[in-house]
Every structure is written in C-alpha cells, then in structure tokens.
C-alpha cells in the first residue's frame, strides 16, 4: 500500500510539473521589436527625456541611472511575488520549502535626436524572475504591443503637458 502511495504520488508531480511547461515565443527579428518599441516625437531632446523618465516613475520604476548626453535612462520596477501554483504546494508539503520566487521588471529608454528633427524614443522591457534565494533564474523580454503602446501614449500625454507649460 506505501509503494503504491509513493509511485502514485511521484507521478501526480510529475504530472503537474509537467502540465505547467509551454511552448517557448519565436525569438521577433530587430525590425518587428522596433516597430513597437520605438517612437518618434515632434518636440525637444529635453522635454522627451524628461518626460520618459516622468512616466516610469509614474509606472512605479526607480530610475537607476539617467544621461541627457548619451539619451539612455535605465530604471527597476518593483518586485512581485508569485502566487503558489500546484508545484510550489506541493513542494511546500512534502518538503516544507517555499520553491515561490518573484519577478521585477527592468526598463530601458534611449531618447535620441533624428536627423529628421524629430526625438526618437526605444523602449525596452524585461522581466527578471527570480528564486527565493535571489539567484535569477530566467530573464524574459516583455513583447507585449499592447504594454509599449500604453507606456507610449503616457509619454505622449507627459510630453503635450511639458511642452504647454514652456
């Protein structure tokens, strides 16, 4: 009855840790990332950096680093924990070990003048996910449009109120 209590028990793990596995996204060439990962702007170098760097505090990003001359802003957003899945209860149970980690979200912006005239804004995010113990396990870029249209239309609206006030 043990045996058969142990077998059964290996291969409901096996079975939920399995389950949890999904297919990994097709790596997007530079040309797809940058066309929604970059903007272009009809305002100042000054007012675009300003703004961004606005937004991502608004977004709850701690800028890390900032340069006008170079353009580059690098920022961390707060960390999240992850909710307990299957594995991690069970983990929790049998081995009495929190296996939950968390993940924070890194950001980068570089803000640059075009020969156009136009400010150029690029936009990268990604998420680091990270064990209990600190050690990072896997990082993933953010390719969600949706994520970077909506981070842009905030600098749009931060650049419009900038601009109104000079």
């Known amino acids: 009855m043990n045996t058969h209590f142990t077998v059964l028990s290996i291969a409901l793990v096996a079975l939920v840790v399995g389950g949890c596995a999904s297919t990994p996204k097709a790596a997007q060439s530079g040309i797809e990332l940058q066309s929604y990962q970059a903007r272009e702007f009809e305002t100042e170098k000054r007012i675009a950096f300003s703004a961004t760097m606005s937004v991502f505090q608004d977004l709850g990003f701690i800028i890390d680093d900032g340069d006008f001359d170079t353009g580059l802003i690098t920022a961390t957003g707060p960390s999240n924990r992850h909710d307990m899945d299957m594995s991690d209860l069970l983990a929790q149970v049998f081995a009495g070990v ?12 570089f803000v640059e ?30 390719q969600e449009p949706a994520f970077y249209q909506a981070t842009f239309e905030q600098i749009d609206k931060a650049i419009f109120v900038r601009s109104a006030t000079t």
């Open 113 to 142: 003048q075009m020969p156009s005239g136009k400010i150029r804004i690029r936009l990268n995010f990604v998420d680091n996910i990270i064990a209990t113990a600190g050690t990072p396990l896997q990082t993933r870029p953010v």
């Open 98 to 109: 929190d296996t939950r980690g968390a993940t924070y979200r890194r950001a980068t912006a």
